[in-house]
């Protein structure tokens, strides 16, 4: 009989939950601190105004080029087109007339920073890092004191576009006389 009461007689237990609520309560603190927020991006346009022509003719900015192949230097903006083109030859490049156009467009020019590089892929390395050195800075004679000027110290370097090569006409079919 004794065990029957046993059986029957079972103590009812409590859970403990305090630990568990405790752990809840730091693990929801962490997600929230560590949790990303979205957030809204917002691009600003600004539509041109009505007499935008107008504008625009006063805001038409030097978009710089040199296109570098290895038998000549092309100075160019990309909006209008060649500026100056020069021949040079490979041992000996004129150096002084590529530097006095550059200073002559930064006259013009004199708050224009950038300038792109195109290069070819034949030409060496050699000579990019020497027109790099020419683009950047050049030294003036002024009077009796050399003076070194800032060009155009942001040069960004890209692919030179392919040369067009005329084709040639398609001769003619000659009729042949029997």
Not at 105 to 132: A, H
Request: charged share 25%; proline share 6%; net charge negative.
């Amino acid at each position: 009989m004794k065990l029957v009461k046993r059986r029957m007689m079972k103590e009812v237990v409590e859970l403990n939950i305090t630990a568990f609520l405790n752990l809840m309560v730091i693990l929801v603190t962490f997600l929230l601190i560590t949790a990303v927020f979205s957030r809204i991006t917002i691009l600003e346009l600004n539509l041109p105004p009505r007499d935008a022509r107008s504008v625009q003719a006063e805001k038409i900015k030097l978009q710089l080029e040199l296109v570098i192949r290895p038998d000549s230097f092309e100075i160019r903006d990309s909006n209008l087109g060649r500026i100056k083109y020069l021949t040079r030859q490979v041992g000996a490049p004129d150096w002084k007339t590529f530097t006095d156009v550059l200073v002559e467009i930064k006259s013009r020019f004199p708050d224009e920073q950038n300038i792109t590089l195109l290069l070819d892929n034949r030409v060496t390395y050699k000579t990019l890092i020497q027109v790099m050195d020419r683009v950047r800075s050049a030294e003036i004679v002024n009077l009796t004191d050399l003076e070194e000027v800032e060009l155009f110290p942001n040069v960004f370097i890209g692919d030179a576009p392919a040369v067009e090569t005329p084709q040639p006409a398609a001769e003619p079919a000659q009729a042949v006389e029997q």
